[in-house]
T-cell receptor, first 115, second 109 residues
Framework: DQQVKQNSPSLSVQEGRISILNCDYTNSMFDYFLWYKKYPAEGPTFLISISSIKDKNEDGRFTVFLNKSAKHLSLHIVPSQPGDSAVYFC??????????????FGKGTKLSVIP | EADIYQTPRYLVIGTGKKITLECSQT?????MYWYQQDPGMELHLIHY???????EKGDLSSESTVSRIRTEHFPLTLESARPSHTSQYLC????????FGPGTRLTVL
């Protein structure tokens, strides 16, 4: 039973255009959301995060939007660059078992930016 | 930028062997984690630690064990490797956001 869902396994975008990656979650106890970027044969790299008390967070070309009522968040990359080509993981943080905060990850979306 | 290291990066080993995957971080983070990831799938938490002498099992059941004797070191051990253990193993540490190491790709023949 997946609590964090990235329904698009892949996305292709032309260089310079906007990339929009989507993520849905089911657990209303999640209160912090993160996006990670992963290149092949490397570990994930933290990209941007958002707390549940906000609906938008912006960092340079990257903006994350959170719609709590829809349990949906999205990552916008504009303008997209070929170096952005990677797998993007959505993750959610909430109070897990044994009194701990844990991250739950989606399956990832592979973004390809075409020059 | 967090400095977190994993060795080996790649390991091919026969069934029944004992292996230890190393993870070290120089950030002084109390929290450390081990994840397992298969291609095209999500990362699954298999172990975590909130400090020295603290270890807990994660969401995904794993036959591996971990230890946390020093803050900077969080090794993962498989006593008897099997083909079903073939996967990528990712170590992470955090104060807030988790920072990941480069991963160990394990293949058990």
């Amino acid at each position: 039973d997946q609590q964090v869902k990235q329904n698009s396994p892949s996305l292709s975008v032309q260089e310079g255009r906007i990339s929009i990656l989507n993520c849905d979650y089911t657990n209303s106890m999640f209160d912090y959301f993160l996006w990670y970027k992963k290149y092949p044969a490397e570990g994930p790299t933290f990209l941007i995060s958002i707390s549940s008390i906000k609906d938008k967070n912006e960092d340079g070309r990257f903006t994350v939007f959170l719609n709590k009522s829809a349990k949906h968040l999205s990552l916008h990359i504009v303008p997209s660059q070929p170096g952005d080509s990677a797998v993007y993981f959505c993750a959610a943080s909430g109070w897990g078992g044994a009194g701990s905060y844990q991250l739950t990850f989606g399956k990832g979306t592979k973004l390809s930016v075409i020059p | 930028e967090a400095d977190i290291y994993q060795t080996p990066r790649y390991l091919v080993i026969g069934t029944g062997k004992k292996i230890t995957l190393e993870c070290s971080q120089t950030m002084g983070h109390d929290k450390m984690y081990w994840y397992q990831q298969d291609p095209g799938m999500e990362l699954h938490l298999i172990h975590y630690s909130y400090g020295v002498n603290s270890t807990e099992k994660g969401d995904l059941s794993s036959e591996s064990t971990v230890s946390r004797i020093r803050t900077e070191h969080f090794p993962l051990t498989l006593e008897s490797a099997r083909p079903s253990h073939t996967s990528q193993y990712l170590c992470a540490s955090s104060e807030n956001e988790q920072f990941f190491g480069p991963g160990t790709r394990l293949t058990v023949l």
